[in-house]
Structure formats: structure tokens, C-alpha cells
């Protein structure tokens, strides 16, 4: 029953958001090639996980050879359908707004079929397109992003035994998604450089299993600090 919500619901999204591509291109070269990736990507993503299955492969292990692309492809692809729906949504609900209000204030046959403006559809379109390259640099650049963020706190009832006391947090690594060794090991001589009196880790270290970290205990067992650390 929750795979068949899950399939109605992705099946329902893409239809709804297909409506404004057919609204402006009809079904020239570009709706086909619309059609055509995202059939690429449920393909790539379905061989991918069957390939795991059928030779009984570690997803945590393989996740990103094999499934980090079908992925990345399918998040970017979403994130451009759900905020063209809503655009759609919004529309949709001021055609029903004027099928409503003339079938109270006018006296001529109600026309249900109030079509799409082609304007409001190439709108939507323009404003989905704006956050693929945001989502692909995430995807794919971002998770390297490693940078240092500095708050300094104050309380009027800290002992003077903290005060100049470092902490270091350190959040969201998803290790299975890692597969640069030199960008990791730079992460982690970012938080030593930082001398911290304690090291934090307060969760998503791993995508699912324990095990992702295996690759990579000998650059983070090089984390340091003067009074431990701890998740």
C-alpha cells in the first residue's frame, strides 16, 4: 500500500507538472527530450538498485558509485517539478476562482475549460529553472564546502574557568556520500587548525549504517582536542 501512495504521488506530480510544458512547447523536440531524461533517470535509478539486489551488494558501500548520479538526477529533476506544481497550484486555483464567480455573476453558459495562459507557464518554468544549478553545485560541490563559522557566547553566570574555552562542532559529514580523500583529510586539518579545548559531534555523520565510516577511520581518528571528543 506505500509503494502504491508513493508510485500515485510521483505519477500525479508528473503529469501535473508536464501541463505547463505541453502549455508552451507542445510536444516539439524539447517536451520530447523533457520526457525522455526523466525516463533516463527512473531507468538508471531502477538497473542501479536491481544491479545491488541481484548481486546482494552493501547499499552503504555502494551508494556512491552507483546510486550518487540516479540520485542527484532525480532530486534535481523533483525540486524543479514540486516548485512548477505550486505554480501551477496557484494558477489553478484562480481558474476555479473565475469558473466560480462566473457561474454566480453571469448568466451565460459556464465554460469549464478555461485553458492555461502561456505566459503564466513559461513564468513557472523560468522560476523552476532558477535553483537547478544551486541543487547540482550541492549535489556535487557542496558536500565539500567545508568552512568555519565563529560565534562567540556569553553568559553572565559562566565560570571563569571557561572563559577563552573552544568548542568545535562538527555536523552532517555523511560519510557514505564522501569519495575525495584530499578534501577530506582537508576538513579534518580545518578543525584541527582551530586548537578547540572539545570536539562535537551532534549527528548525520553516516547516510544509514554505521559501517560508511570504515573507509575513512584513519582521517577522522586524527581529529584532536585537549579535552576529548564526543557525539
Not at 448568466?107 to 513557472?124: A, C, L, P, V
Not at 559531534?201 to 549504517?209: A, E, L, R
Amino acid at each position: 500500500m506505500r509503494w502504491a501512495i508513493t508510485i500515485i504521488m510521483f505519477l500525479s506530480i508528473e503529469i501535473y507538472a508536464y501541463q505547463a510544458l505541453k502549455t508552451v512547447f507542445k510536444f516539439n523536440w524539447i517536451s520530447k527530450i523533457y520526457i525522455l531524461i526523466n525516463f533516463y533517470a527512473y531507468l538508471l535509478l531502477s538497473y542501479r538498485i536491481f544491479y545491488i539486489e541481484f548481486n546482494k551488494l552493501s547499499y552503504s558501500d555502494n551508494f556512491y558509485e552507483y546510486l550518487s548520479i540516479p540520485i542527484a538526477l532525480l532530486i534535481t529533476l523533483g525540486s524543479y517539478k514540486l516548485i512548477l506544481c505550486f505554480h501551477l497550484i496557484v494558477e489553478d486555483f484562480f481558474r476555479l476562482f473565475i469558473i466560480v464567480k462566473n457561474s454566480i455573476f453571469s448568466n451565460e453558459s459556464i465554460d469549464f475549460s478555461i485553458s492555461r495562459r502561456s505566459w503564466i507557464s513559461k513564468m513557472g518554468l523560468l522560476i523552476a529553472s532558477i535553483p537547478i544549478p544551486f541543487v547540482i553545485y550541492g549535489i556535487f560541490k557542496g558536500r565539500y564546502d567545508f568552512r568555519v563559522i565563529k560565534y562567540e557566547i556569553e553568559f553572565d553566570d559562566l565560570p571563569d574557568e571557561f572563559d577563552g574555552y573552544q568548542l568545535t562542532h562538527i555536523s552532517d559529514i555523511h560519510a557514505g556520500s564522501l569519495s575525495n580523500e584530499e578534501k577530506t583529510k582537508y576538513a579534518v586539518d580545518l578543525i584541527n587548525k582551530q586548537k578547540s579545548n572539545l570536539v562535537l559531534f551532534t549527528g548525520d555523520f553516516v547516510n544509514s549504517k554505521s559501517d560508511e565510516l570504515l573507509r575513512w577511520e584513519n582521517i577522522f581518528s586524527k581529529i584532536k582536542s585537549s579535552d576529548g571528543k564526543f557525539s
